[in-house]
């Protein structure tokens, strides 16, 4: 089975600071990747996604990630974060079974910017 | 606005009970996913249903069940809660075949 490790559970950063997420799977074979952001008191929301193609992903919001396959890795990247940027960060993998997907998460990162 | 709704938002129930959580997909979506997040954790698949049967299930006891209904909604509901039930419930539906999923805000569950 897959699994998604997440190494920073807790960063707390300044704003205009740089941002780099950790994000490590398990699965060797072809994969689906995703960063989900959580606002506090909202609903997951997909930051971006990698599916095939350029490993630099750009996605919403100023935020990019970089797929390393030979590393299993998908770290999140954000040049310089605002204090809106505050929320928990979950990196995530998808797993097709019988034509239908699954997600499976890594356990999140709490993030908070000091205004 | 999520395209999902669920509901209820927030619920408390006692040890022993029995619990239904409800779940209207995005309009045009099939396919409803259930997650289990406890606090400081990543969501944990429970289980998927598409035209109205269980597709895929993780690794959650029996005691957790679903249903889906014609109109692509379902529910979740789960027997006898232990104290560790206590979690936030998120749905999210899909399209089968494609990987989109759009989540919902979630039921917060306590269990006392």
């Known amino acids: 089975a897959q699994s998604v490790s997440q190494h920073n559970h807790h960063v707390i950063l300044s704003e205009a600071a740089s941002l780099e997420l950790g994000c490590n799977y398990s699965?060797?074979?072809?994969?689906?990747l995703f960063w989900y952001v959580q606002y506090p008191g909202q609903h997951l929301q997909l930051l971006l996604k990698?599916?095939?193609?350029?490993?630099l992903v750009k996605g919403i919001k100023g935020f990019e990630a970089e797929f390393i396959k030979s590393k299993f890795s998908f770290n999140l990247r954000k040049p310089s974060v605002q204090w809106s940027d505050t929320a928990e960060y979950f990196c995530?993998?998808?797993?097709?079974?019988?034509?239908?997907?699954?997600?499976?998460f890594g356990t999140g990162t709490r993030l908070k910017v000091l205004a | 606005d999520a395209g999902v709704t669920q509901s209820p938002t927030h619920l408390i129930k006692t040890r022993g009970q029995q619990v239904t959580l409800r779940c209207s997909p995005k309009?045009?979506?099939?396919?409803v996913s259930w997650y289990q997040q406890a606090l400081g954790q990543g969501p944990q698949f429970i289980f998927q249903?598409?035209?109205?049967?269980?597709?895929q299930r993780g690794n959650f006891p029996d005691r957790f069940s679903g249903h889906q209904f014609p109109n692509y909604s379902s529910e979740l509901n789960v027997n006898a809660l232990l104290l560790g039930d206590s979690a936030l419930y998120l749905c999210?539906?899909?399209?089968?075949?494609?990987?989109?999923?759009?989540f919902g805000s979630g039921t917060r569950l306590t269990v006392v």
């Open positions: 999210a539906s899909s399209l089968v075949g494609r990987d989109g999923y759009t």
């Open positions: 699965y060797g074979g072809t994969v689906n």
């Open positions: 990698y599916f095939s193609g350029d490993p």
């Open positions: 995530a993998v998808n797993e097709r079974t019988s034509g239908t997907y699954k997600y499976i």
């Open positions: 309009s045009g979506h099939d396919t």
């Open positions: 249903y598409y035209e109205e049967e269980e597709r």
